[in-house]
């Protein structure tokens, strides 16, 4: 355990006596006293010391996992916020998200009761994608009193024109990064209410996931933590298999989202840049129209998505839709729900819960 920066003599002790009964509490890389006050907190369920809790929330399984962990552990529902960054951003066309991602977390924070506020860079990932010789586009987020925030937007200039490609690293990859990881920073940084508080920044990261996932933290410092602000990075499920989590779902009757009814494993984007080929034969049955705009700009940087060099065509091409694979009573239905604005009511009844056709699939893609 890292006790950096504490002055606490018996700290260690402590800290370690708390987390030998919590073994699912550890909390590693925190000054002594913030772990000591957060495994005590999930022992007795008392969150007195945190003002709040804010949940990335992408409306995937992992993210509603998340809420269910806190909801278990006691978080009270009225200091519990979801936050969801929307990729597209509010003044372009949609182009990489689901059509209907928006509604269903309303309707998730609706049916649990709690607040949600929704973030974007101004003009999303077609702005972005489209930066010639401008700084990046600010970030923008909605407030408590129901006005917007803004930040960002006078930074160096650039120039992009590559569509991101498949790679760890965050400069290649520049979508997670600029459009949700910075996004989510900045509107902790800016917004007052973060300062002079205690808050849980909760993200669904699971170790099973990838080999770079099972060497995270289930508690640690987040990068916007300062001598003013505290913000501690929970990442409630991360030794959770995916078995726990859709038994989660099942549990608190939560409908997956439209897109693992229709086959996908994780619900990212609907274009992600880390599909495999059914993904990108899928989309190509489901959204033509789109896929086409994609291929248009793939073609126009002169470089694939692909590493391998392989166009999303010819992805697409070698795939088979997940559509093929449903039943055929279901397939019209889930096309049409995919391509809907409008999600299906979320909470549903346990007993009706069915394991959606992506579970346990292929899961492609970091974010
Ligand atoms: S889900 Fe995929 S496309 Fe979307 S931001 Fe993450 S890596 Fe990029």
């Given at each position: ?59 995937g ?26 990729i ?7 182009l990489f998200d689901w059509p209907?991602t ?61 569509l991101p490609q498949v ?8 979508c ?81 989202h439209v897109a693992y009814r229709a086959g996908f494993s994780r619900l990212s984007c609907a274009f992600c840049i880390f599909g495999n080929d059914d993904q990108w034969a899928t989309l190509l049955e489901m959204f033509p129209?789109v896929f086409e705009?994609v291929e248009?700009?793939e ?5 694939t998505i692909a590493r391998s060099?392989k166009t999303i065509r010819e992805r697409a091409e070698n795939g088979t839709s997940y559509l093929a694979k449903l ?7 889930i096309l049409?729900?995919c391509r ?16 959606p056709a992506g579970a346990f699939g292929n899961s492609m893609g970091p974010c």
């Amino acid at each position: 355990m890292n006790c950096a920066g504490c002055s606490m003599k018996d700290c260690a002790s402590r800290v370690e006596a708390v987390c030998k009964s919590l073994p699912k509490a550890k909390a590693t890389a925190l000054p002594h006293e913030e772990a000591l006050r957060l495994t005590q907190a999930f022992a007795t369920r008392d969150w007195t010391e945190y003002d709040r809790c804010v949940v990335a929330f992408s409306g995937g399984k992992d993210s509603a996992a998340c809420v269910v962990a806190l909801l278990e552990a006691g978080f009270p529902a009225d200091r519990l916020e979801l936050w969801h960054h929307e990729i597209d951003g509010r003044e372009s066309e949609a182009l990489f998200d689901w059509p209907q991602t928006t509604d269903y977390c309303r309707k998730f924070a609706a049916a649990f009761g709690l607040k949600l506020r929704f973030s974007w860079k101004v003009g999303g990932f077609e702005r972005e994608l489209n930066r010639n010789e401008t700084p990046t586009a600010p970030t923008r987020w909605e407030r408590e009193d129901g006005t917007i925030g803004e930040t960002g937007g006078k930074g160096p200039k650039g120039t992009r024109g590559l569509l991101p490609q498949v790679s760890p690293d965050l400069k290649v990859r520049w979508c997670s990064a600029y459009l949700k990881i910075d996004v989510g920073a900045a509107m902790l940084r800016n917004e007052p209410r973060f300062a002079e508080a205690r808050t849980l920044f909760v993200t669904g990261e699971r170790r099973e996931e990838s080999s770079s996932r099972s060497k995270y933290m289930e508690f640690e410092k987040d990068r916007t933590w300062s001598n003013k602000r505290t913000v501690v990075r929970c990442r409630p499920v991360l030794d959770w298999g995916e078995e726990e989590v859709w038994e989660a779902l099942r549990r608190w009757g939560i409908r997956p989202h439209v897109a693992y009814r229709a086959g996908f494993s994780r619900l990212s984007c609907a274009f992600c840049i880390f599909g495999n080929d059914d993904q990108w034969a899928t989309l190509l049955e489901m959204f033509p129209d789109v896929f086409e705009k994609v291929e248009r700009y793939e073609a126009k940087s002169g470089k694939t998505i692909a590493r391998s060099g392989k166009t999303i065509r010819e992805r697409a091409e070698n795939g088979t839709s997940y559509l093929a694979k449903l039943p055929e009573a279901e397939r019209a239905e889930i096309l049409a729900e995919c391509r809907a604005t409008e999600a299906t009511e979320v909470k549903m009844d346990p007993a009706d819960w069915k394991l959606p056709a992506g579970a346990f699939g292929n899961s492609m893609g970091p974010c």
